[in-house]
Each structure stands twice: as structure tokens, then as C-alpha cells.
């Protein structure tokens, strides 16, 4: 089997240039990048990159735990994670916690026993209650809004500020009866309190009345369930001419349940969702959303915990990313 120093030798460079090609150091020429890579494919040379792993203690693998993957944000979320992780040198194992609170536990403990250096954990199903269950001994970096103040690192959407501007959209669309469409709204801080706050400070600024009627709050954000409470409210008679929706996927559903009920988009109702995910600029009409830019979070995410994983020894204080975002106006508000 050829050595790191057989490389070297056929390429006529030293043994440490050779492992700077291998670990991605980007002050490598290209060229001798190329002749390092070419000597390798001819003498067969492959990285034991069991052997390195374990002489660094770590595996070279992260993990990604997510509600759902079959939904369109997670999708593209979990597309931005990969991503960013190839960047860090790192692969990614995927792993579905149903957006159950015991699931999110129990990656959360068995992430060291199934070999993982970190998690990166989009939490729907645990609260405040469990900040407890974060004091884990290796690095965690949670995603979204249900755990404020833990000690961990902890990266989230701009959820009042960006439902505020999506609402105020809206108004300044003409639309002065704006129904927005969200999960239940218990008290606990989530992506439905929150993006529910902002849409309350939009109405607020345009001197607008809350109507809790208004309020169309859904089992779950499924297109299905989206779909089937404003069929409802369309049938009791609710009046509206907008449609802020907390989610793309739960818009999706909103915009089909208009369709059959005669509303016409932009026209009669003008709907407006959150995420960007690819398939909302392909719908008929094509929708208007909030952007967060899930790539910049993504890598985030990663560098954060990527930084925890190097480091050794105790971190420095947790750090709290709020990410930015833009509104991207298509056809569903008559752009």
C-alpha cells in the first residue's frame, strides 16, 4: 500500500504539502494541488480515515435531528447543513425526531453513544422546561425558537421582525382584513407565538383592529390541515382580502383552499408564507415570502458547533445567532 511519502517522492513535493492537499488547506497552489491528487490516483493511494479519526478522537461526523424530512423546509434545511459541513471537512447522519419531545431527548443523550462529535438540533416538542437536558458533555448547537437562555449555542429565524414586514406587506397591498394562519397558540414561546407577535405589531403600527377571528390557528403545518381550516372559515363566512401564513407549506395549502372556494389570488385574497423554499416560486400564482436565509444559518450552525469540536477544553459563553432576512414579492401579493 503507498505511503503519504510514496506520494510525495511521485510528486516531487514534501510529505506535509501532501497532507495539506488531503485536509483542504487552501494555500495550495492548484497546480501542485494537481500533481498531488494525480500521484495518488496512480499510486493507488487511499486516507485511512478510520485510523485518523481515531487517533483525533473524533469520527469526522456530525448529526442533523429534524421533525420531519419529507416537508419542503426541512428538506432544503438539511440540503444547507450537508453543505456547510463538507466545507468544515465534516459529514452529516440525518436523523427524524417526528417533532417529539422524547425523540429530541434522546438524540440529545445517545448522540455520543452513536459516535457522533455534535449535534446540530431542531427542537419543536421541547420548551423551556427541559434546558436541564442540554447540559451534555459533547457540542450541541440548537436550532429554532423553543429554547431560550440554555447553555448552548442556539441559532434562530427573525421571526417578529421578518412577520411583521410580511404583514405590513400586506397593508400597504391594500389589504386590510389579514388573516393569519398558524399552529395553536398556548403561551409557550414557538415559530406560532412568535411570528403571531409580529403580525399583532404590524396591525398595531397600521392602526389596524385584532380580530381573533381572524386568527385561523391549524393542528399541524401540513398543506392538508392549512387547507381544510380556511375551507372552514370560508364556509362560516369569514371575511378577508389577506392571508399571512407562518409557513410555506401551511401557504400551499391555503393557496388551494382559495382556489376551491372561488377566491381569487391576488385579486380577491392576497397570501403572502415563510421559508422560500424552492417549490414557492413555482406555484400558480407563485408565492410571496419571507426569505431567512437558510444557507447563512446553516453555516452558522455548523461553524458554531464545528468551533466547539476544535476546541479544546471549556468554551467561551454560548453565542445566539439571529439570522436576517428579505421579503421576495411574486405574484400571491400581486408582484
Same mark, same amino acid.
Request: contains cysteine; hydrophobic residues 45%; charged residues 25%.
Given at each position: ?13 514534501s510529505a506535509m504539502t501532501v497532507s495539506n492537499v488531503i485536509n483542504g488547506h487552501p494555500n495550495v497552489r492548484p ?36 421533525p420531519e424530512i419529507n416537508r419542503p423546509y426541512y428538506g432544503r ?6 453543505? #456547510? ?27 455520543? $453513544? ?44 427573525? $421571526? ?43 396591525? #398595531? ?70 421559508? $422560500? ?59
Open positions: 500500500m503507498a505511503t503519504i511519502q510514496d506520494v510525495a517522492k511521485a510528486a516531487g513535493v497546480a501542485t494541488r494537481d500533481r498531488v491528487l494525480e500521484a495518488m490516483t496512480r499510486l493507488g493511494y487511499r486516507v485511512n480515515v478510520a485510523a485518523r479519526n481515531l487517533r483525533k478522537g473524533r469520527t469526522g461526523t456530525i448529526c442533523l435531528a429534524v434545511l438539511a440540503a444547507s447543513i450537508i453543505a #456547510a459541513a463538507a466545507r468544515h471537512g465534516l459529514g452529516v447522519s440525518i436523523e427524524q425526531t417526528g417533532a417529539r419531545r422524547e425523540n429530541e431527548l434522546a438524540a440529545l443523550s445517545l448522540s455520543r $453513544n452513536r459516535l457522533y462529535d455534535g449535534l446540530i438540533l431542531s427542537t419543536v416538542g421541547m420548551g423551556p422546561a427541559d434546558v436541564e437536558a442540554l447540559e451534555v458533555d459533547h457540542p450541541v448547537v440548537i436550532l429554532g425558537e423553543r429554547i431560550f437562555g440554555g447553555p448552548v449555542d442556539h441559532v434562530a429565524m427573525p $421571526n417578529e421582525a421578518a412577520s411583521k414586514a410580511a404583514t405590513r406587506h400586506l397593508v400597504e397591498r391594500g389589504c386590510r382584513r389579514i388573516a393569519l394562519v398558524c399552529g395553536r397558540l398556548g403561551g409557550e414561546v414557538d415559530v406560532s407565538s412568535l411570528r403571531h407577535a409580529g403580525y399583532l405589531r404590524a396591525l #398595531a403600527d397600521a392602526g389596524l383592529p385584532a380580530d381573533p377571528e381572524l386568527v385561523v390557528t391549524a393542528g399541524s403545518f401540513t398543506m392538508q390541515e392549512a387547507a381544510r381550516r380556511i375551507r372552514e372559515k370560508v364556509t362560516d363566512g369569514l371575511d378577508f382580502d389577506g392571508v399571512f401564513c407562518v409557513t410555506d407549506t401551511v401557504a400551499m395549502g391555503v393557496l388551494r383552499a382559495l382556489a376551491d372556494t372561488g377566491l381569487r389570488v391576488p385579486e380577491r385574497v392576497k397570501v403572502i408564507g415563510f421559508d $422560500n423554499v424552492d417549490e414557492s416560486a413555482y406555484l400558480v400564482p407563485s408565492l410571496s415570502t419571507v426569505d431567512p436565509d437558510h444557507d447563512l444559518m446553516a453555516e452558522r450552525a455548523v461553524a458554531l458547533l464545528a468551533a466547539r469540536i476544535d476546541r479544546a477544553g471549556p468554551g467561551p459563553e454560548r453565542e445566539e445567532f439571529v439570522g436576517p432576512f428579505r421579503l421576495v414579492v411574486r405574484e400571491s401579493t400581486g408582484g
